[in-house]
């Protein structure tokens, strides 16, 4: 018999789906069938697949693991391995809830495919096995991200250090109760703030992404408002807010409007493109995700109503926007200690 105490990390899910997360060595029919047959109860009581599980319940399994051992979350060698080659895991704000991490540029946020060993979540999933703050490993969840970047996008990146506030934080962004903005540099001259609307189609095969103004079959909606913080004679310095959040939403969204992201080699234009590699060697598009704010929490994460967490540009990044656009690229240093003052 398998003894099995529900915490706030496995609460609130129905009994099947607990089951199949648990079991990851049994099919769905040889669970349905341990079920059938009252090899499952949950507080000694014979219970239905879709019982929801509260916190504090004991499920009762009377079967053996096929592999014969416990499920526990481990954290595979090549992940700490990684985090040891690379040490880069800068952490911009943590409570006992919440991981935020300053994602470097050319780092995946999760594994695309099978042999992608060091990304954030795995950097963030070591670093949080040696802290623990606040972190209680269950056999059916792990902390995870909740904002996906771009490889070749920086900046701020969300990790629910438990399965509560992984459904909260999920639900805000669905509900855009957090705010997410960004800073580009885009080709050509911009000369007011903006909005932009559309829908993104993507092309899997390739992974590219074309906007169009008209509905078209598979086609997502996408809302993108833009402030120009200044220009010069050829490039205009922004800030971006993601109303949605689709696969390359900024960069394709600007490139339809004539106005492509330096340094992006999908959509961008490859003379400017060239002109940057050469000049300053920036090797990807001008793109970081330097602020999130938090606003209508849920109860569990009220504390974190209208707190705005910022991170500072990369080194070689912030000199580029001084470079172009002189004091008035010092902008962004200003917002940044601005922003940052409200919640000292």
Do not use: W
């Not at 042999?115 to 703050?133: E, F, M, P, W």
């Not at 909740?146 to 920086?154: E, I, P, Q, S, W």
């Amino acid at each position: 018999m398998i003894e099995i105490k529900i915490t706030d990390n496995e609460a609130q899910q129905r009994l099947d789906r607990f089951l199949r997360k648990y079991l990851k060595e049994y099919t769905l029919g040889d669970i349905y069938k341990i079920l059938r047959k009252n090899k499952v109860k949950v507080n000694n009581k014979r219970v239905k697949e879709n019982h929801m599980l509260e916190t504090g319940d004991v499920v009762l399994l009377y079967i053996e693991h096929k592999e014969n051992e416990a499920v526990q979350p481990q954290l595979p060698a090549q992940q700490v391995s990684a985090y040891i080659q690379h040490k880069a895991l800068e952490v911009v704000y943590e409570d006992d809830n919440l991981l935020l991490i300053n994602k470097p540029i050319g780092l995946l946020t999760h594994p695309d495919k099978p042999g992608d060993a060091d990304t954030v979540i795995d950097r963030a999933l070591y670093y949080l096995s040696k802290h623990q703050n606040g972190v209680e490993y269950s056999p059916t969840f792990k902390p995870s991200v909740c904002n996906r970047l771009d490889r070749n996008t920086g900046g701020i990146v969300i990790v629910a250090k438990n399965y509560s506030t992984l459904k909260s934080v999920n639900e805000m962004i669905r509900e855009r109760h957090i705010k997410k903005l960004y800073i580009c540099i885009a080709k050509g001259i911009i000369s007011k703030d903006g909005e932009l609307k559309g829908y993104l189609v993507k092309n899997e095969a390739d992974n590219i992404v074309r906007v169009t103004h008209l509905e078209e079959k598979d086609g997502k909606p996408i809302h993108t408002v833009y402030k120009v913080i200044t220009c010069n004679n050829e490039y205009s310095l922004m800030e971006i807010e993601l109303i949605t959040g689709r696969s390359h939403q900024i960069r394709a969204h600007f490139a339809s409007m004539g106005h492509p992201l330096i340094g992006d080699t999908k959509y961008g234009d490859e003379k400017v493109n060239q002109h940057f590699r050469v000049k300053y060697k920036l090797k990807h598009q001008f793109l970081y995700a330097y602020s999130i704010e938090f606003n209508n929490c849920s109860n569990d994460l009220k504390y974190l109503d209208g707190k705005r967490i910022v991170s500072k540009l990369p080194k070689d990044m912030d000199f580029i926007t001084r470079d172009l656009f002189g004091q008035e690229g010092r902008f962004y240093e200003q917002r940044t200690r601005e922003k940052a003052s409200k919640h000292n």
